[in-house]
């Protein structure tokens, strides 16, 4: 069964970090380009950074310089370091892996930043 499943969301104060992870299973998840996006309420959903399976990355002008994406391909996971959080980056942050013949997505794990 093909799976992505996101952890790591939660409630942070502004300037605060949170650690995203996205585990995947029933994929050769190496072959696999992720991504991570986020839909805020109210807005469509938006493509905040990838990593493929080379590991080149690239972010979004909106968190570059304070996400970092980085895979293990031996434990199938992706993660997302947020540092330096923004009431603006609350949204519930999804996990994609896509080939070109496949498309998949994780359900989603919530991101509150807030005082």
């Known amino acids: 069964q093909v799976q992505l499943v996101e952890s790591g969301g939660g409630l942070v104060q502004p300037g605060g970090s949170l650690r995203l992870s996205c585990a995947a299973s029933?994929?050769?998840?190496?072959?696999?380009?992720v991504g991570w996006y986020r839909q805020a309420p109210g807005k469509g959903r938006e493509l905040v950074t990838s990593?493929?399976?080379?590991?080149?990355?690239n972010y979004a002008d909106s968190v570059e310089g304070r996400f970092t994406v980085s895979r293990d391909n031996a434990k199938n996971t992706v993660s997302l370091q947020m540092n330096d959080l923004k009431p603006e980056d609350t949204a519930v942050y999804y996990c994609?892996?896509?080939?070109?013949?496949?498309?998949?997505w994780g359900k989603g794990t919530l991101v509150t930043v807030s005082s």
């Open positions: 994609n892996a896509n080939t070109r013949v496949d498309n998949v």
């Open positions: 029933g994929i050769i998840f190496r072959s696999y380009t």
């Open positions: 990593i493929t399976p080379g590991g080149s990355t």
